[in-house]
DNA sequence: GTCTATACTTGGATAGAC
DNA sequence: GTCTATCCAAGTATAGAC
């Protein structure tokens, strides 16, 4: 199903003042997860955020519900997009391993990874949500697989790690570093991972070389 | 501060009936989390599933955050100990990770981490709680730092990887996995890093044994 | 200790004016 | 398209009967 938009009246296109709305509403539920969770993301607040009124979400988006799944699919696009930036120009494991920790102190610093935390878990909350926010992580699946993939090619380890399983563990590791981050505060245990993971990578690099296709990326 | 148990009037002692509501209480708002998650877990719902009335909950806890609260803590001690007695028995890296696996795989049965990964997520919304909750994973974090200094003791690798960091890995990736696997209700993809893990795990073994000192469990 | 009843608040969602 | 007004459901918390 695509989305849904406003079923509006006898108008046929969208107004700007409607896309600016839909784009406030979409920022504004994103900056409501982070701030006061799932739980807190009520239409009330996501609006009063917004600057706009509360019935303006179901108008626009059907249901709170829907607002998140929105939310979640554009900063879930706009992080892949980047994501695959990166991934594109490593051409080997610490080039990798570098902009994996940039990335994802930017993900903190804007809370782009902790959107999709709190749909995880908030999903349990909302009969039949969990099975939408599942699917949506499909394409982080395909892609963490593709990264790690690439990442040991021609490396000595190759052969004991299947790159769909340790692409499974990456992204567990990345919600877990973020959950931990998010609680406490404090993102120096994770960076400090990272750190070490680019010095057990220089030492693979030297071994044996990742031989990776620069520019292939889709 | 301890748990604050009911402002009792007169009557000194706590009666077997309140005990047996406490018990009931806690265990519900267990089930709650499990299965509502943070978001649905309201004093009306957790009165439900403990079979009594939802003043009981404000009666004996004085608010559903510190109920929340005590079922982290009863959960949590009781799960450490059961992670402390696997920790004690193994002797080998490769046992280590056995009983990880088993340990794992009846937490997702039984929700334990789940519990815990609510508490987390869902802190965000409550103000002050994150920091309650972050107090709570101390003794986790130490009894994480012990099981990888004692499984990386004489190993290969010992001096690559310091303990604290490691350890704060593991517990990420816990969160992650069980946050994963709760998702889509799939535990496979988790429990194949798990003997991925055995299997690298038993080459270690063979290079270089654990100096494991049996029974040195505090 | 436990219940019923209730006050108060917040949130989802819709109707209708503009 | 946006707002005001409103209904209804659900939640927290307390008072008071038993």
Redesign the interface.
């Given at each position: 199903m695509a989305t849904s938009g406003p079923r509006r009246a006898a108008s046929g296109a969208v107004g700007a003042k409607a896309g600016a709305t839909r784009t406030a509403l979409v920022a504004a539920t994103i900056e409501a997860l982070q701030?006061?969770?799932?739980?807190?993301a009520s239409a009330r607040e996501i609006a009063r955020r917004a600057g706009c009124n509360q019935s303006l979400v179901f108008y626009h988006f059907g249901s709170v519900t829907e607002l998140l799944l929105a939310a979640l699919d554009d900063v879930s696009a706009r992080r892949l997009a980047a994501y695959r930036d990166v991934l594109a120009a490593a051409s080997t494991l610490v080039d990798l391993i570098d902009s994996a920790r940039v990335i994802f102190s930017e993900d903190l610093d804007a809370g782009h990874v902790a959107v999709l935390?709190?749909m995880?878990?908030?999903?349990?909350?909302v009969p039949g949500l969990?099975?939408q926010?599942?699917e949506r992580?499909a394409p982080w699946r395909e892609f963490a697989e593709t990264a790690v993939r690439r990442a040991l090619a021609g490396s000595p380890v190759e052969a004991?790690?299947?790159a769909r399983?340790v692409a499974?563990?990456v992204?567990?590791?990345?919600?877990?570093?973020e959950?931990?981050a998010?609680?406490?505060g404090d993102r120096a245990?994770?960076l400090?991972?990272f750190d070490?993971a680019r010095?057990?990578a220089s030492l693979l690099d030297l071994v044996g070389p990742a031989a990776l296709l620069p520019g292939e990326q889709p």
């Open positions: 701030e006061v969770g799932f739980g807190g935390v709190e995880i878990t908030g999903a349990q909350a969990g099975a926010v599942s992580l004991l790690l299947p399983e499974h563990g992204m567990a590791g990345f919600l877990g570093l959950l931990l998010n609680l406490d245990a994770a400090a991972l070490r010095m057990i």
